[in-house]
Structure formats: C-alpha cells, structure tokens
C-alpha cells in the first residue's frame, strides 16, 4: 500500500483557487493512477479527477471541467489538484487515492487513501 498525505486545504472565497497536494511514500507511486475524490456533507463520495501513471491520461468531472486540472510529479512522489474559479458546491473533505493499476479505471481500483483535506468555499 501507499501512504498518502493531503494539504493545501482551507477556506476561501467564491470564485478564489486552491491547490491541493498529495505525497505519496513508497515506491509505486510512479507506476500506478492517482485520483482526487470529494465528499460534501450528505452526499456520495464524487470521483472529481483522475490521472495516469504517466500523467498522460487524465479524467476531470463534469461538475469541474474547465474549473480543475490534474497533475504528478513523480519525481516528488506528488499529485496535484488545481482548483480554480471555486463555487460554494465545492466545499467538500477532498480525498487523494492510488489506483492498484497503472491507468484511470473506476472507483473500486483506488485502494489506499489519504486522512482528506477540508476545502471550504465561502460566498
């Protein structure tokens, strides 16, 4: 397994960015999809993106295309979530996950978890 560590949360104003960071220790993080789930009180755990073990594929939600983009430096060990022009539906625990395979697939392939980071959106 990974362990994984989120930041780069906090509260911010409508229309403001964040970047989250997640660094991975271990070795696989260079070989396996890494993903950034959200959960939003009440609400089922969304998928928001999504990128693969070469950061050449990358999945970006409906709700956030064109907001947020995905990135790694595998030479950091680290994944990056850039939020940008943030809406108040953003405010949510934003998670970091590693895939146990090396492109973007569904949900279920995400089997290590980071403790989340709160991202609040102020209006």
């Known amino acids: 397994q990974v362990h994984l560590v989120e930041s780069g949360g906090g509260l911010v104003q409508v229309g403001g960015s964040l970047r989250l960071s997640c660094v991975a220790s271990g070795e696989t993080f260079s070989s396996v999809a890494m993903g950034w789930f959200r959960q939003a009180p009440g609400k089922e755990r969304e998928n928001v993106a999504s990128?693969?073990?070469?950061?050449?594929?990358?999945y970006i939600a409906n709700s956030v295309k064109g907001r947020f983009t995905i990135s790694r430096d595998n030479a950091k060990n680290t994944v990056y979530l850039q939020m940008n022009s943030l809406k108040p539906e953003d405010t949510a625990v934003y998670y970091c996950?590693?895939?146990?395979?090396?492109?973007?697939?569904?949900?279920?392939?995400?089997?290590?978890w980071g403790q989340g980071t709160q991202v609040t959106v102020s209006s």
């Open positions: 996950a590693a895939s146990d395979r090396r492109y973007i697939g569904g949900a279920g392939d995400f089997g290590s």
């Open positions: 990128i693969s073990w070469t950061g050449t594929s990358t």
